[in-house]
């Protein structure tokens, strides 16, 4: 699936134009990554707390 997924963005970055701004940020992200990777937390985790967060309170 990662190798699928990828592609998938190539293809998509090959059609729509990135700012270079945004391409820096990204490799400035990148490279923090690659340094030091136990720093941060999983899309997961962060995307479970975030909609926890936001939900509406049962009941509503």
Same mark, same amino acid.
């Given at each position: 699936m990662k190798s699928?997924?990828?592609? *998938? =963005?190539? *293809? =998509?970055? #090959?059609?729509? *134009?990135?700012? $270079?701004?945004?391409?820096? #940020?990204? $490799?400035?992200?990148? *490279? &923090?990554?690659?340094?030091?990777? #136990?720093? !941060?937390?999983?899309?997961? &985790?962060?995307s479970c707390t975030?909609?926890?967060e936001s939900a509406? $309170?049962? !009941?509503?």
């Amino acid at each position: 699936m990662k190798s699928t997924f990828s592609s *998938e =963005i190539v *293809e =998509i970055s #090959e059609t729509i *134009e990135i700012p $270079e701004w945004h391409k820096r #940020e990204l $490799e400035k992200r990148l *490279e &923090a990554y690659h340094t030091n990777p #136990e720093v !941060g937390s999983p899309w997961q &985790a962060y995307s479970c707390t975030n909609f926890q967060e936001s939900a509406p $309170e049962s !009941g509503q």
